[in-house]
């Protein structure tokens, strides 16, 4: 391929692509699907059989008791395991995930929907804050290498890696809330204000965001540090960079030569980052007294909610699913050499 | 196409580039003279290791840390002494006056863009007015190298082959019309039929835009073909420079004959090519006094394992070797024949 015409992207092989990555993303996606029917039908003490039994107990007969457990669930509980897959599969077609046992009657994507608010807005805020900021030290802390300044940046980078996200939110709470209380020790919001486009519950809600966003972006600052770093020495060690200084290019010019080739191993990180954000931030949502996705993960867990933790697990491979598909189709608009098909 | 002006001279004068090392700062290369001709391609050959990259590098002043240029100058005709420059007047002589085409110039181009947008970016940093005029002088000059310049700036590095972007290094050295062009290992990495086309363009080029070269290699042959005047390297000092034909052919310094002898032909004996002994000093095994080569040397006597032989020229050609001294005085007293 390396004689080949210079290859520029055609509709065709793009739509080809983006079917190909498609065709791949349900087919995992209904791969783990059928994994937590499996689980949930076949875990010990069988909590679907085990509600419909002690619905039957409580005095229902047992076509109510089976009504009243498929609309929990999503399949009947009763039948062979074959036609209970087929209720649940059909259910997840109509985006049915069943209902709440833990609040009863509420569906669970209602629950799914409203916790997925929470996690955006502080997770999606501190990936992309800790991206940003951890990029651009990196790049400085791998160019001032051999000085104090880079010493000092990497060193953060380092300290901040190893310390567990909770401690650095405990000690943001314990700092900004409790002795020096400028801050919301937690909640979304303050309940007084209209929810809405206004202003005193927009400024509510980035008030109460400041400390999870703040402790988001630092636990996650370091890995991004450490990486664009290593990065960005790799690549100044390649030849062309020098041969850029040697035909005269300008500082800008190398500069981004430099930053560009460097940045391109992350956004697959990146991506993959924004994936797993479905998956809420478990500690920072429980610190924070943040209702999203996390925090209902562990509830769902610890009330075994199984129609909810099977929802929620869903939630998150679709997330992760989606934000592959975006990261490999970005790779193929930022690095010309996975478009032409990877030769050379 | 371009305005011929007159080749400019450059001066290399007692150049000497140390490395540092944790035994201390070691010399790569070591009070080097060598002119190079206006107008002459001059080549310069030696073992890996013997400080022909760091002198290349030299003549932009841009030798690498832990690298650091201690003494010397490199005068350049309408540049002035190049060590002397600094910061934004380094940058605009790097690529305007002095083109330079990359050691494995393969990987010498940004993997993420188009060779037409890094000529774009080449011809921005120099200030130059008329890129279309810019694009149409690289276009030229691919195509003199035997290359659709249309297709080749439209294309990413790793659309073009080991040859075509050797040539794309040597376009991006030239485009600019430097006058002074140094060539690092311009076909290393290269088959021989792509080696011969690239010899021949530099030859071509060289010619056509009355340019002065420097021809870094270790490959001697290649060198033969392509350079009027041929400096040998060893052990950063050049030990013998003069015209290509007479350094080859009546070789006077003993590194010099057993770099030849080493070449196989490719007719008669495999077994006459004889390598050299020894290996080829490092910056830690270079000795502190006396000759450099004297260990592989079959012609050492006393006299080198003290004293440092000095260059002698002599009608047009310099040897610096107590033995090839003695063998011309001999010969010119006709006691040696």
Redesign the interface.
Known sequence: MTHAVPGRPRLGAVARRVGGHLVRGLAMIWVVATISFVIIREIPGNPVMGQYESLIQKGMSPEQAERATAVLYGFMPTGNLWQQYVGYMGSLLHLDLGRSLSTPGVEVTTLIGHAARWTVLPVLAGTLLSFLLGVTMGVYAAIKRSGKLGDALALSGSLLHGVPVYVIGLLMTAIFATLWPIMPSGGPVDVEFVPGFNAGYIGSLIHHAVLPVVTYTLASYGGWILAMKSNVVAVLGDDFILAAELRGLRRGFVFRYLARNAILPLFTILALSIGMLFGGSIFIEEIFNYPGLGLLLVNSISSRDYALMGGTFLVITVGIVVANIIADLLYTVIDPRVRSGGAA | MTVHTAAPEVRIRDLTVVYKTPAGELPAVRGVDLTLAPGTITGVVGESGSGKSTLALSL?N?V?PPGRIAAGSVEIDGLGDVLTLWGEDL??????QVG?V????Q????????IGKQLL??G???DVADLRALVRDAKDLLARMGMDGA?VL???Q????GGMRQRV?IM??LVLNAKVVVLDEPTTALDMITQATILRIIREVHEERALTTLVITHDVGAVAEVADSLAVMYGGRVVEHGPVTEVLGNARHPYTQGLIRAIPRLSGDLSLARALPGRPPTLGTLPGQGCVFRERCERRMEVCETDDPLPVNRDGRMVACHAADRHLTLVERKEFV
């Open positions: 932009l841009a690498q940058r605009r002589a790097r690529g305007r330079y990359f050691q494995a110039a990987n010498s181009l940004n993997p993420l863009k188009t970016d080449l921005r940093s120099h297709r439209d294309s990413y790793h659309e073009l082959s290094g991006l050295a």
